[in-house]
Structure formats: structure tokens, C-alpha cells
Nanobody, 122 residues
Framework: QVQLVESGGGLVQTGGSLRLSCAAS????????MAWFRQAPGKEREFVAG????????FYADSVKGRFTISRDNAKDTLYLQMNSLNAEDTAVYYC???????????????WGQGTQVTVSS
């Protein structure tokens, strides 16, 4: 069983940047598809970005493509989300997730962190 802990959230102005980190323990992430999801107040949780266990493929929601970059450091068992050009629509609780699968699917994620709050001021 893997435990995931997000960090790096906070308050940032419109146009600013943040880098979120997700530290995994209990099980290496080298064989896991990894992803970031987010949930804003009154909205359902949505997929933001993902990276396959091979590190060869990344996936992004249209709303963040070109602004966010997902990356992983398997040696450190850490997942990252670099967020640039932030706007108010990015305000949400961001969750790290893992799926120990060989094939990619956004429906396979069943290990979750506690979330970290990102607030973008206008």
C-alpha cells in the first residue's frame, strides 16, 4: 500500500506559479501511473495531468495544457506538478493519485493523497 502526501500549495496571484510535490512511501512509484486531480468548491473532482509508469507519456486536461507540467522522480518516489500562468479557475484542492497498472486509464486511480489547497487571487 502506497501513502501519498502532497505539499507546495498556497496563495498565489494571477499569472504566478507554484510547484506541487507528492511524496510517496510504502511502495515505490516506479511501476505506477501517477496523476494529479483537483476539486473546486461545488464541483466534482477532475483530472488535471498524468504520467505513465514508463515516464514516456503525459496527459493533460485541455484547461491546463501548455501551462502545467507533470513530472516524476522515481529515485525520490516523488511526483511534481509545475503550474504556471495561474488564474482564478485553477483555485482548488489538488490531489495526487497512483494506479499500479501497466495500461493508462484515468479511472484506475485508487490511491490518493490528502490534498493541498491552491488559491489564485485575482
Amino acid at each position: 500500500q502506497v501513502q501519498l502526501v502532497e505539499s507546495g500549495g498556497g496563495l498565489v496571484q494571477t499569472g504566478g506559479s507554484l510547484r506541487l510535490s507528492c511524496a510517496a512511501s510504502g511502495r515505490p512509484i516506479s511501476s505506477a501511473n501517477m496523476a494529479w486531480f483537483r476539486q473546486a468548491p461545488g464541483k466534482e473532482r477532475e483530472f488535471v495531468a498524468g504520467v505513465t509508469w514508463t515516464g514516456l507519456s503525459t496527459f493533460y486536461a485541455d484547461s491546463v495544457k501548455g501551462r502545467f507540467t507533470i513530472s516524476r522522480d522515481n529515485a525520490k518516489d516523488t511526483l511534481y506538478l509545475q503550474m504556471n500562468s495561474l488564474n482564478a479557475e485553477d483555485t482548488a484542492v489538488y490531489y495526487c493519485a497512483a494506479a499500479y497498472r501497466r495500461r493508462w486509464s484515468t479511472t484506475d486511480f485508487d490511491s490518493w493523497g490528502q490534498g493541498t489547497q491552491v488559491t489564485v487571487s485575482s
